[in-house]
């Protein structure tokens, strides 16, 4: 599949974002990203803003939909500022302030392992209760399809899908969360779940990943069972997804769904 560059939006969405936006000069391509849709930087005399568009048509024209409603209600600092954000001619586009920076090393010895975890320590303090009205609950997200949904209450607003190409540490040396295609209601301890067996992926074994991810409070205080049911059925969700999409989602969801043997394999021998 080609990815769809600046020129492959219609003249009208090109034309609203010049005047809202005000370029000083060309848009440069953003590499990056699952979806099939327009990723570029845009120069302005406030500085470079981030754009990603995405036909309305395309079946994962929802997440660019919810992640406009999820930036809208962010407290400052979380994550990028959200511009602008329209539909228009058939396409979902969003405009974000550019944060220079660079995605976090979570391999084994890293530096930067401790500020991320304190960054998702604070994370929900702010997103509790959950600021997004309309955000669904954490039981209609396809990963819990078959678990026991009383496990998974709660009122923060979720991320869900916590992982070092979702996590940027700008220059300020602030660690932002970007990306919020999938917010839902529920635990906050859900959140650092879903960092678990990223942690596996990029080196960890499961006991070292769960020392990580016991030093944010929502996770330790959570209770075992849940976290159990959690780890079974995101394990499954990849299974069940890993000859679906891209070739690159493709692959990368078949080594999630191998961490996430790794992680159930260690949660029930302990």
Excluded at 160 to 188: K, M, S, T, Y
């Amino acid at each position: 599949m080609t990815t769809p560059t600046w020129d492959d939006l219609p003249t009208a969405v090109r034309a609203r974002l010049e005047n809202d936006l005000a370029p000083t000069g060309p848009a440069a391509p953003v590499a990056g990203g699952f979806t099939p849709g327009v990723r570029v930087q845009l120069p302005t005399d406030d500085g470079t803003v981030f754009i990603k568009a995405i036909r309305s048509a395309s079946g994962a024209a929802d997440m660019y939909r919810a992640e406009a409603a999820a930036n809208q209600v962010l407290p400052a600092g979380i994550g990028p500022q959200l511009l602008i954000s329209f539909e228009s001619d058939g396409w979902v586009v969003l405009a974000f302030d550019f944060l220079p920076g660079r995605h976090p090393d979570l391999t084994p010895g890293s530096p930067d392992l401790q500020p991320v975890i304190d960054a998702i320590s604070r994370l929900h303090t702010p997103l509790t209760p959950c600021p997004l009205t309309n955000a669904p609950d954490i039981t209609t997200n396809p990963v819990l399809h078959e678990a026991d949904h009383q496990q998974f209450t709660g009122d923060a607003l979720l991320h869900c899908d916590l992982r070092a190409d979702n996590l940027l540490i700008a220059e300020d040396g602030q660690i932002r969360v970007i990306d919020w295609a999938w917010p839902h209601r529920g635990p906050a301890w859900i959140d650092t779940a879903f960092l678990v067996p990223q942690l596996v992926l990029a080196g960890h074994t499961a006991h070292d990943a769960e020392k990580w991810a016991g030093q944010v409070p929502a996770y330790q205080q959570a209770d075992d069972t849940a976290i159990n049911a959690f780890a079974t059925a995101l394990t499954r969700y990849w299974v069940s997804r890993a000859a679906q999409g891209s070739p690159e989602l493709r692959a990368y969801r078949a080594r999630a769904a191998d961490a996430g043997r790794t992680w159930v394999s260690h949660r029930s021998a302990t």
